[in-house]
């Protein structure tokens, strides 16, 4: 199985300040990774896929980057409705998809 | 837009049966893959099960192969997940949800539904 690490587990930071999460493979995943954003109480919702390209609808605050075992999700300047809890996904084994343990995203 | 609900989740004893659905709306069903995922209380996401656009190609992770089963109704626009010999560590929030692509496996989850709670417990 394909390992996902992400750090930190949690975060506070106020609306306005540039986040950064990484997510890192227990090997090379080549571009084969994805972010999902969950909201408390609701589904997870697609951001980001194949490492960078922005899902349709998605802010542009919102940028993904990485190849190989290290990627990094940014949100570049914090909104109030980013407060949730961000998910990394590999998708290089296709049958056996793993995601990381989640970063929450709290109010400082 | 996408629509998936959810149901068919709730309280159930351990060594029990339970059968989820998923009903899909507002997209051609029978020209994606679809798939399963839960989240314990409290816990991150974990993935359980995919099923081709026929439903003639179906994976599971190792937690649940033997005792869950993945179907699909396209006539119906339904997807299922037959939970068999259900454990306490069973109990999550399960959601179906689409694969981004038309008639391919990327397992990229491009849309979920809002997840039905099952609880295995005496």
């Known amino acids: 199985d394909i390992q996902m690490t992400q750090s930190p587990s949690s975060l506070s930071a106020s609306v306005g300040d540039r986040v950064t999460i990484t997510c890192r493979a227990s090997?090379?995943?080549?571009?084969?990774l994805n972010w999902y954003q969950q909201e408390p109480g609701k589904a997870p919702k697609l951001l980001i896929y194949?490492?960078?390209i922005l899902q349709s609808g998605v802010p542009s605050r919102f940028s993904g980057s990485g190849s190989g075992t290290d990627f990094t999700l940014t949100i570049s300047s914090l909104q109030p409705e980013d407060f949730a809890t961000y998910y990394c996904q590999q998708s290089y084994n296709t049958h056996l998809l793993t995601f990381g343990g989640g970063t929450k995203v709290e109010i400082k | 837009q996408v629509q998936l609900v959810e149901s068919g989740g709730g309280l159930v004893k351990p060594g029990g049966s339970l059968r989820l659905s998923c009903a899909a709306s507002e997209f051609t069903f029978s020209n994606y893959y679809m798939s399963w995922i839960r989240q314990a209380p409290g816990k991150g996401l974990e993935w359980l099960s995919y099923i081709s656009s026929s439903g003639s190609t179906r994976q599971y992770a190792d937690s649940v192969k033997g005792r869950f089963t993945i179907t699909r109704d396209n006539a119906k626009n339904s997807l299922y997940l037959q939970m068999n010999s259900l454990r306490a560590e069973d109990t999550a929030v399960y959601y179906c949800?689409?694969?981004?692509?038309?008639?391919?496996?990327?397992?990229?989850?491009?849309?979920w539904g809002q997840g039905t709670l099952v609880t295995v417990s005496s």
């Open positions: 949800a689409r694969g981004q692509n038309y008639d391919f496996w990327s397992g990229t989850l491009e849309s």
């Open positions: 194949a490492a960078s």
């Open positions: 090997q090379s995943i080549s571009s084969y």
